[in-house]
């Protein structure tokens, strides 16, 4: 069974760098996208970016100036860095796998962590 | 972007009843070439990351009961709960996957029990 969690600092100061971890446990990271979305209290899914086990990467354009998704086949894992927070940028974060084509289609996601909280404050 | 739009926002369905949530798209979903609606839906409880119900706007993901069913084509789509479980109380939402990779959800359904 595929597993994935999310680590990283809870808490970000305004004007930093978030950076966030998922490590994949279970299951091979190679042959799939990878996976970030967000959501703030209260709020709806935001799908902040993935990137693919050879390092292909894709962004949402209202962010893509300020992520980056990296992958480390060796250690299973990938990360995100989102720099210049700000207060809206505090959310949960997940990572996600996307089916990949594989057992369904490419833009499902299968498999989710449980979310990390980042507020961002001073 | 494709702007997803559900409606309700909430609902409250009594135990047994059916719930039905709609979803509609700003612009087709429909791909011409395979026939295919790049439509998904997933639900999420209270505390707990979202898990896909359904894709291709009507294909039940693995394990998924047969009372969740998914019906629509082009811009307009629905979920329905065929006799609501009490399990079921949760945070809907519709996700588009047609505009690949800026894929984008819903605002969110929230289902309650009556």
């Known amino acids: 069974q595929v597993q994935l969690q999310e680590s990283g600092p809870g808490l970000v100061k305004p004007s930093e760098t978030l950076s966030l971890t998922c490590t994949v446990s279970?299951?091979?990271?190679?042959?799939?996208?990878w996976i970030w979305i967000r959501q703030p209290a209260g709020k709806g899914l935001e799908w902040i970016g993935r990137m693919y086990s050879s390092g292909s990467t894709n962004y949402n354009p209202s962010l893509k100036s300020r992520v980056t998704v990296s992958v480390d086949t060796s250690t299973n894992q990938f990360s995100l860095r989102l720099s210049s927070v700000t207060a809206a940028d505090t959310a949960l974060y997940y990572c996600a796998r996307d089916c990949s084509g594989v057992r369904c289609p490419i833009g499902i996601f299968d498999y989710w962590g449980q979310g990390i909280l980042v507020t961002v404050s001073s | 972007d494709i702007v997803m739009t559900q409606s309700p926002d909430s609902l409250a369905v009594s135990l047994g009843e059916r719930a039905t949530i709609n979803c509609k798209s700003s612009q087709s979903v429909l791909y011409s070439s395979n026939n295919k609606n790049y439509l998904a839906w997933y639900q999420q409880k209270p505390g707990q990351p979202p898990k896909v119900l359904i894709y291709w706007a009507s294909t039940r993901e693995s394990g998924v009961p047969d009372r969740f069913s998914g019906s629509g084509s082009g811009t307009d789509f629905t979920l329905t709960i065929s006799s609501l479980q009490a399990e079921d109380v949760a945070v809907y939402y519709c996700?588009?996957?047609?505009?690949?990779?800026?894929?984008?959800f819903g605002q969110g359904t929230k289902l309650e029990i009556k």
């Open positions: 279970g299951g091979s990271i190679t042959n799939y996208y």
């Open positions: 996700q588009q996957y047609y505009s690949t990779p800026q894929y984008t």
